[in-house]
């Protein structure tokens, strides 16, 4: 009977830890992925007059402690498409913006909220001076 009742016990305390350790599948890596989205572009674009200046990525971040109670800033998706847009020099906004939500586990002591960017950074052409113009 006592051993009944100790496997009982460990049965519901090993599925309790299991359920609120969030239970990640070990093969992702970058946390559990939520919320995977594709825009356009990270603001109105009026012109096609404008350079694709490489791929960059931003992201903004938020720290739960006990998994409950927010302990820094909120996710802010502006910080996020800013810090992807200033790592490339001349850099003006993003298109083809790819976003999604992690979240890591710190068990005990909380979990993390992590919203990623990825895009392409465009800026404005070049001003062409007249001695390339001429050179042309």
């Known amino acids: ?18 359920s609120c350790s ?11 992925v939520t919320s995977t989205q594709l825009i356009d572009s990270a603001s109105i674009i ?3 007059d404008y350079m694709e200046l490489g791929v ?16 820094t800033n909120p996710l802010n998706m502006d910080y996020a498409l800013s810090e992807a847009v200033q790592k490339i020099p001349g850099g003006k906004s993003l298109i083809k913006v790819k976003y999604w939500q992690e979240t890591h586990l710190f068990f ?3 979990t993390i909220s992590v919203l990623k960017v990825k895009g392409t950074v465009i800026g404005s052409p070049s001003p062409v001076t007249p001695n390339e113009a001429g050179k042309r």
């Open 1 to 18: 009977m006592i051993l009944l009742r100790s496997i009982i016990l460990f049965c519901f305390l090993f599925f309790t830890m299991y």
């Open 22 to 32: 969030g239970s990640f599948n070990r093969a992702d890596v970058g946390g559990r």
């Open 46 to 48: 009026r012109s096609k």
């Open 56 to 71: 960059s990525s931003g992201e903004s971040s938020v720290f739960f402690l006990f998994g409950l109670i927010p302990v």
């Open 108 to 110: 005990p002591v909380g």
